[in-house]
């Protein structure tokens, strides 16, 4: 994976000045170009057959979670509802309502991580290598992306 190093510019944050590593997107892909990847993977089936499964998953999985329940796909991970309460809680049952006391309901993902599929954000770090550098002056998808030299000194 590739990082671009951008310079903190907000004069009123701790860390104005200082140098930070971002992941250098590639760009997002859609659910054609996920097929495609995976038909490329092995998967029997063409393009459209595999576009039909996915988009099926994409309503399956919020109306399940909208339920109540939580949707495992074996070795990416949970996809699961939680509550988000206002601090303090009610005082007794009785004094508890909804428009009160539920600050809303979230969408939450938890990866995987049994030990064969492991997807935590500590083992995928270590699955990952970070490879090429660049360093940006500018901000902005279209700002030069200048390469680092070995060793990535500072620029």
């Known amino acids: ?13 701790p860390v104005y000045n200082r140098w930070f ?11 054609r170009g ?47 509802p939680t509550i988000a309460n206002r601090k303090g809680g009610a005082a007794s049952v009785s004094d508890f309502t909804v428009a009160e006391n539920v600050e809303g309901v979230r969408f939450r993902f938890k990866p995987d991580s049994t030990n064969l599929d492991d997807l935590t954000t500590k083992a995928f770090g270590k699955r990952v290598t970070l490879g ?18 070995a060793g990535n000194p500072q620029p």
């Open 132 to 149: 090429n550098g660049y360093y940006q002056t500018e901000k902005g998808p279209k700002a030069p992306k200048i390469p680092l030299a």
């Open 1 to 13: 994976m590739s990082y671009v190093l951008r310079k903190n510019g907000n004069d009123q944050s």
């Open 34 to 80: 996920l097929a495609d990847h995976m038909i490329e993977h092995g998967l029997v089936g063409n393009r459209g057959d595999v576009i039909a499964m996915l988009s099926k998953l994409s309503e399956c999985i919020p109306e399940l979670v909208a339920q109540g329940y939580g949707v495992k796909l074996d070795g990416i991970g949970i996809f699961y």
């Open 21 to 31: 590593a971002n992941v250098n997107r590639q760009g997002t892909l859609s659910t």
